[in-house]
């Protein structure tokens, strides 16, 4: 899944669209009929809690389409339980909405006014460009190319909360310093969406080493300037990396991946995670980052 900077670039790339018509589609999409969204309205965007991550638009349905779309039968327009509803000839504001769903996974993104190109041969030998999943030009004669992604259409609107994105400035650092003074292993805590959404594996490894923790090291041993500092790191990183796609740059990582950290000393990688949960590959040196255990007395960062 993507991280939170990732999503964000793809909101970002969607969001100028807002308010504008679909007047032309294409794509390979089996599950949604590319010629589906002709003439729809893209209404909004919305990023969403990585673990449900999604980037969600919402569409509606103008008048003229009455006649190409009926429930139950084939139609230009997907029927579902909910449907479309068809609206004032003139106006793409009111009447019933459906958002939908795009999962990026692991490859998936976002194009603008532009197709992906080959990069090398495929294993026979031919230079094929990608094609996109759907391509959507709007009214404005700009167009989305998506690719690699999962599509689904949803009736409820997404749930979006501030106080845990850590690239939102509404960001509760309280709560999330709360959550991360906890008894249990700080590298469960920070994949915890409800407090840190967005946060995936990379910026986890990347900012306890930056910190100088041990994924391990339970919460409530480390105190408060520690766990500050961890929070600071969190933002900081997150904010570098959405800066870099911002820029095409690549971000620079220290110990993700890595088999020596910055100082040389050999990284250890082992799979972690809360019991019968999920199992991630953590990188981590046990020089910079020491194991905190029960019984120790909570560590104190100098000022």
Known sequence: ??????????????????????????GSSKKLNPTSFQSLWLQDTQPL??????????HHQEASDQSSWSPGGESAVPSGDDGLQCLGEDSPAGGAERWLQVRFGLFGSI???EFSRAKKANKRGDWRDPIPRLVLHFSGSGFL??????????????????ASDILSEK????????ALGREQPVCYTLLDQRYFSGLGNIIKNEVLFRAGIH???PGSLLGLPRLEALVDHVEAFSADWLLGKFQGTRQHT??????QCPAGHPVVREALGPPGGFQR???WCPQCQPRLSAGEPKQVQPS
């Not at 690719?147 to 909360?161: A, D, E, G, I, K």
């Not at 960001?171 to 709360?178: I, K, T, V």
């Open 254 to 259: 220290q110990i993700y991946q890595k088999e």
């Open 171 to 178: 960001f509760h650092r309280g709560q999330a310093l709360e």
């Open 1 to 26: 899944m993507p991280e939170g900077p990732s999503v964000r670039k793809f909101h970002h790339l969607v969001s100028p669209f807002v308010g504008q018509q679909v007047v032309k589609t294409g």
């Open 145 to 162: 190319a998506f690719y690699n992604c999962q599509m689904t259409w949803r009736v409820s609107s997404p749930v979006f909360s501030p």
């Open 49 to 58: 809690q990585k673990g449900e991550q999604r980037d969600k638009a919402r």
């Open 281 to 283: 590959l953590t990188w």
């Open 111 to 113: 194009l603008v006014n």
């Open 215 to 217: 994924p391990l090291s």
